[in-house]
C-alpha cells in the first residue's frame, strides 16, 4: 500500500492537509470496513478495520490491523495510528511433541488394544473406522463410517491438527495439548495385569510433562489431554491387583491438568465430551441436508431401545425396560444387542430404529453414559434418561443447561419398583412439547458429532471445537485468579458431585 507520508513535510500548508485527508479517504474506502467520526473541536478521525497487510508489525501468519487516522485541523496535524489485531489472541494451542510411545506406538499395535475384539480395521480412516458403504436410503454416502467408541483420543488428535491457531511457540500457547493415547494404553492391560504394568505409562508421561519448561510456566494448569475411556478406568483407589485401573488422575502433575473423556468421574478436573459416533461430515452442507431429512422423517414407534440386559449388575434397569418395551403392543421397537448379528454395532441398523422412533431410552450400562445418548440425538431422536449422571451431569459443554429443552427424565428408581409406565409417561408428553424437543434435538447435531478430520466445516462448530473452547475459558478463568493473587488450585481439581450438577437435587442420585 502507497503511503502519504511525503506530505508530513509540508503539513503547515493547509491545502496539502486537505489533499491528503481526502486522498486518504479514498485509499482507505478500499478496504473492509471503514467509519468516519467527528469528534469534538472538529478533530476528526477516520477508522480503517481488519485489513490484512504484509507489514514488519505484523508478525503472525493471521495478521489483521486496525488504523485509526486522526485528523487536527487546530494544529493540522494526521496521526495515524496502528493496532494489531491477532484473530488467534487467546486461542493457541501448543501441542506437545511426546516421545512415540505415548501414542503413535501404541496405535500401531492395534491388535493388542483391546482383549476382546481386534480394534485394526477401526483405526483407518484418521480413527473414523471404515466407511459405510451402501447406507440405502437410511443414510448418506460418503460422511458415515463404523466408528469405534474408544476411538475419540485418536479423532480428536487428527483434528487438533487442522485447528487454526496452532502454535510451535509454546509462549503464545493459552493452553498446551498432551497428545496421549491415555484410554488406549489402559485398554491393553485393564484385564490380567498387575499394576506396575498399568501404571507405567501414566507415570512415564508425567515425568517427561514436569521436566519440561511449559510445565514450569503454570505447573501444568494449562495442560489438558484426552482419553476415550470413562474417567473411572483411571481412578484406581487402592495399590492392589484386584482394584480397577489405573491411577493416572490420582497422581500429583495429573491434579494440575484438565482431563477430556466420554464420561467424567466427580472430579472437577475432569470433563466429558461425546462419544464419537457414526456421522462425520466433512461440509456444512452434508450436516444441514442431514437436519432437514431428519424434520420430514416419519417416526412410526413411541420409542426405542437398543441394548442388552446386565443380569449381572445389582439394581439395573434394563431388564425392566426391556420388560416394558415387548409388552408395549407396538409402540416400542427393541433392538437386542445380544442377538446374532450384533446388529446394535451396525450404523444403518441402529439409525434405522431410531430414525423410527419418537422417544429413544438410555438407562445407565456399565456405568453411567452410553454412545447410544449421541446416536439418537444423531436420528433426531428424543433421548429419555433414568439418570442424571448419563449426560446432565456430564457434557456441562455441550448439552444445554435446561435439560428439558432436550430430553425427557424419568428417574430410575420409579422403574425399578415398578411405580411408573414408561409407556404412559411418554404418551403423557404433548403433540406440541414432542415438536419442540425434537427440533432442538436435531439443532444439537452439529455441537455431538467431530467432523471428518480430513477436511474442514465452514461456519458450523462441531463437538471438537466446543471442546477446546471450552479449555481455553477453563485455562483464561485460572490464569485470572492466579493475577487476582488466588490460589489456582482451588477447585481446579476436587472431588465434588455438587460441582458439576446443575440441578442440586440431583444430588441424592450419587
Ligand atoms: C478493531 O476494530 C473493531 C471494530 O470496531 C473492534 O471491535 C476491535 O476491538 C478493534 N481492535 C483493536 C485492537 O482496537
Ligand atoms: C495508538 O492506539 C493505542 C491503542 O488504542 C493507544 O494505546 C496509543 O496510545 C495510540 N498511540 C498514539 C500515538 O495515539
Ligand atoms: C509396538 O510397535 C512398535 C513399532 O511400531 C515396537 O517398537 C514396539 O515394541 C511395539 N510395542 C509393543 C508393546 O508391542
Ligand atoms: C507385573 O507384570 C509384568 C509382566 O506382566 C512382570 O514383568 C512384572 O515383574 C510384574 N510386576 C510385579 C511387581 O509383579
Ligand atoms: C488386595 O485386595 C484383596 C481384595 O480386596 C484382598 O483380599 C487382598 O488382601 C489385598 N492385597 C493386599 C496386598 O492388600
Ligand atoms: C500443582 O500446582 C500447584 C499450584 O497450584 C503447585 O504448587 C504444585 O507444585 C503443582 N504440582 C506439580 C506436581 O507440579
Same mark, same amino acid.
Not at 56 to 73: A, V
Not at 255 to 265: F, G, K, Q, V
Given at each position: 500500500?502507497?503511503?502519504?507520508?511525503?506530505?508530513?513535510?509540508?503539513?503547515?500548508?493547509?491545502?496539502?492537509?486537505?489533499?491528503?485527508?481526502?486522498?486518504?479517504?479514498?485509499?482507505?474506502?478500499?478496504?473492509?470496513?471503514?467509519?468516519?467520526?467527528?469528534?469534538?473541536?472538529?478533530?476528526?478521525?477516520?477508522?480503517?478495520?481488519?485489513?490484512?497487510?504484509?507489514? @514488519?508489525?505484523?508478525?503472525?501468519?493471521?495478521?489483521?490491523?486496525?488504523?485509526?487516522?486522526?485528523?487536527?485541523?487546530?494544529?493540522?496535524?494526521?496521526?495515524?495510528?496502528?493496532?494489531?489485531?491477532?484473530?488467534?489472541?487467546?486461542?493457541?494451542?501448543?501441542?506437545?511433541? &511426546?516421545?512415540?510411545?505415548?501414542?503413535?506406538?501404541? &496405535?500401531?499395535?492395534?491388535?493388542?488394544?483391546?482383549?476382546?475384539?481386534?480394534?485394526?480395521?477401526?483405526?483407518?480412516?484418521?480413527?473414523?473406522?471404515?466407511?459405510?458403504?451402501?447406507?440405502?436410503?437410511?443414510?448418506?454416502?460418503?460422511?458415515?463410517?463404523?466408528?469405534? +467408541?474408544?476411538?475419540?483420543?485418536?479423532?480428536?488428535?487428527?483434528?487438533?491438527?487442522?485447528?487454526?491457531?496452532?502454535?510451535?511457540?509454546?509462549?503464545?500457547?493459552?493452553?498446551?495439548?498432551?497428545?496421549?493415547?491415555?484410554?488406549?494404553?489402559?485398554?491393553?492391560?485393564?484385564?490380567?495385569?498387575?499394576?506396575?504394568?498399568?501404571?507405567?505409562?501414566?507415570?512415564?508421561?508425567?515425568?517427561?510433562?514436569?521436566?519440561?519448561?511449559?510445565?514450569?510456566?503454570?505447573?501444568?494448569?494449562?495442560?489438558?489431554?484426552?482419553?476415550?475411556?470413562?474417567?473411572?478406568?483411571? +481412578?484406581?483407589?487402592?495399590?492392589?491387583?484386584?482394584?480397577?485401573?489405573?491411577?493416572?488422575?490420582?497422581?500429583?502433575?495429573?491434579?494440575?491438568?484438565?482431563?477430556?473423556?466420554?464420561?467424567?468421574?466427580?472430579?472437577?478436573?475432569?470433563?466429558?465430551?461425546?462419544?464419537?459416533?457414526?456421522?462425520?461430515?466433512?461440509?456444512?452442507?452434508?450436516?444441514?441436508?442431514? @437436519?432437514?431429512?431428519?424434520?420430514? @422423517?416419519?417416526?412410526?414407534?413411541?420409542?426405542?431401545?437398543?441394548?442388552?440386559?446386565?443380569?449381572?449388575?445389582?439394581?439395573?434397569?434394563?431388564?425392566?425396560?426391556?420388560?416394558?418395551?415387548?409388552?408395549?403392543?407396538?409402540?416400542?421397537?427393541?433392538?437386542?444387542?445380544?442377538?446374532?448379528?450384533?446388529?446394535?454395532?451396525?450404523?444403518?441398523?441402529?439409525?434405522?430404529?431410531? @430414525?423410527?422412533?419418537?422417544?429413544?431410552?438410555?438407562?445407565?450400562?456399565?456405568?453411567?453414559?452410553?454412545?447410544?445418548?449421541?446416536?439418537?440425538?444423531?436420528?433426531?431422536?428424543?433421548?429419555?434418561?433414568?439418570?442424571?449422571?448419563?449426560?446432565?451431569?456430564?457434557?456441562?459443554?455441550?448439552?444445554?443447561?435446561?435439560?428439558?429443552?432436550?430430553?425427557?427424565?424419568?428417574?430410575?428408581?420409579?422403574?425399578?419398583?415398578?411405580?411408573?409406565?414408561?409407556?404412559?409417561?411418554?404418551?403423557?408428553?404433548?403433540?406440541?412439547?414432542?415438536?419442540?424437543?425434537?427440533?432442538?434435538?436435531?439443532? &444439537?447435531?452439529?455441537?455431538?458429532?467431530?467432523?471428518?478430520?480430513?477436511?474442514?466445516?465452514?461456519?458450523?462448530?462441531?463437538?471438537?471445537?466446543?471442546?477446546?473452547?471450552?479449555?481455553?475459558?477453563?485455562?483464561?478463568?485460572?490464569?485470572?485468579?492466579?493475577?487476582?493473587?488466588?490460589?489456582?488450585?482451588?477447585?481446579?481439581?476436587?472431588?465434588?458431585?455438587?460441582?458439576?450438577?446443575?440441578?442440586?437435587?440431583?444430588?441424592?442420585?450419587?
Amino acid at each position: 500500500m502507497e503511503k502519504p507520508i511525503l506530505c508530513r513535510k509540508f503539513y503547515k500548508q493547509l491545502w496539502c492537509v486537505t489533499f491528503c485527508f481526502f486522498f486518504c479517504f479514498f485509499v482507505l474506502f478500499c478496504f473492509d470496513y471503514l467509519s468516519l467520526i467527528s469528534g469534538k473541536n472538529g478533530v476528526t478521525t477516520l477508522l480503517v478495520y481488519n485489513f490484512a497487510i504484509n507489514n @514488519q508489525r505484523c508478525n503472525h501468519h493471521l495478521c489483521n490491523i486496525n488504523e485509526t487516522i486522526t485528523y487536527n485541523p487546530d494544529s493540522s496535524e494526521v496521526i495515524r495510528n496502528f493496532t494489531e489485531l491477532d484473530s488467534c489472541s487467546g486461542k493457541y494451542i501448543y501441542v506437545h511433541d &511426546l516421545p512415540i510411545e505415548f501414542n503413535d506406538n501404541v &496405535l500401531s499395535n492395534c491388535s493388542l488394544l483391546v482383549k476382546w475384539f481386534d480394534m485394526c480395521p477401526f483405526t483407518i480412516n484418521s480413527g473414523l473406522g471404515p466407511q459405510v458403504r451402501n447406507p440405502g436410503r437410511v443414510l448418506m454416502e460418503n460422511c458415515w463410517f463404523a466408528t469405534n +467408541q474408544f476411538l475419540l483420543e485418536v479423532i480428536f488428535r487428527n483434528r487438533m491438527n487442522q485447528y487454526k491457531c496452532l502454535t510451535k511457540d509454546s509462549t503464545l500457547a493459552s493452553a498446551i495439548y498432551v497428545p496421549f493415547y491415555a484410554g488406549l494404553d489402559i485398554g491393553r492391560y485393564l484385564w490380567g495385569y498387575n499394576i506396575s504394568m498399568r501404571d507405567s505409562s501414566a507415570l512415564d508421561l508425567v515425568k517427561w510433562l514436569a521436566q519440561k519448561p511449559e510445565w514450569k510456566k503454570m505447573w501444568g494448569i494449562d495442560h489438558f489431554f484426552v482419553a476415550g475411556r470413562i474417567g473411572w478406568d483411571f +481412578q484406581r483407589q487402592k495399590d492392589n491387583d484386584s482394584y480397577w485401573g489405573s491411577k493416572l488422575m490420582l497422581l500429583p502433575e495429573s491434579m494440575n491438568m484438565t482431563m477430556l473423556s466420554i464420561e467424567a468421574t466427580s472430579w472437577s478436573n475432569e470433563i466429558a465430551i461425546p462419544y464419537p459416533t457414526y456421522f462425520h461430515p466433512s461440509s456444512d452442507a452434508e450436516v444441514f441436508q442431514w @437436519q432437514d431429512r431428519l424434520r420430514s @422423517q416419519k417416526r412410526r414407534y413411541l420409542f426405542a431401545f437398543a441394548g442388552a440386559p446386565r443380569p449381572s449388575m445389582e439394581g439395573s434397569i434394563r431388564e425392566e425396560i426391556i420388560k416394558q418395551c415387548i409388552a408395549s403392543k407396538g409402540k416400542c421397537k427393541l433392538l437386542d444387542c445380544n442377538s446374532v448379528g450384533r446388529k446394535c454395532d451396525k450404523p444403518v441398523e441402529v439409525i434405522k430404529v431410531f @430414525q423410527k422412533s419418537v422417544f429413544c431410552l438410555q438407562p445407565p450400562g456399565d456405568s453411567y453414559t452410553r454412545r447410544s445418548t449421541f446416536d439418537s440425538i444423531l436420528a433426531g431422536c428424543i433421548p429419555v434418561f433414568f439418570h442424571p449422571g448419563s449426560a446432565y451431569a456430564q457434557y456441562l459443554w455441550h448439552l444445554p443447561k435446561d435439560y428439558k429443552k432436550y430430553s425427557v427424565f424419568i428417574p430410575e428408581n420409579n422403574v425399578k419398583n415398578g411405580k411408573v409406565s414408561i409407556k404412559q409417561s411418554l404418551l403423557h408428553v404433548s403433540k406440541d412439547q414432542v415438536l419442540a424437543m425434537r427440533e432442538e434435538v436435531i439443532r &444439537l447435531i452439529p455441537r455431538v458429532i467431530y467432523a471428518n478430520p480430513s477436511s474442514k466445516l465452514e461456519t458450523i462448530e462441531d463437538a471438537f471445537d466446543i471442546a477446546v473452547k471450552g479449555i481455553l475459558d477453563r485455562v483464561e478463568h485460572v490464569r485470572r485468579e492466579f493475577k487476582k493473587g488466588m490460589n489456582p488450585s482451588i477447585g481446579f481439581a476436587q472431588e465434588n458431585w455438587k460441582l458439576k450438577l446443575r440441578e442440586h437435587e440431583w444430588i441424592n442420585f450419587f
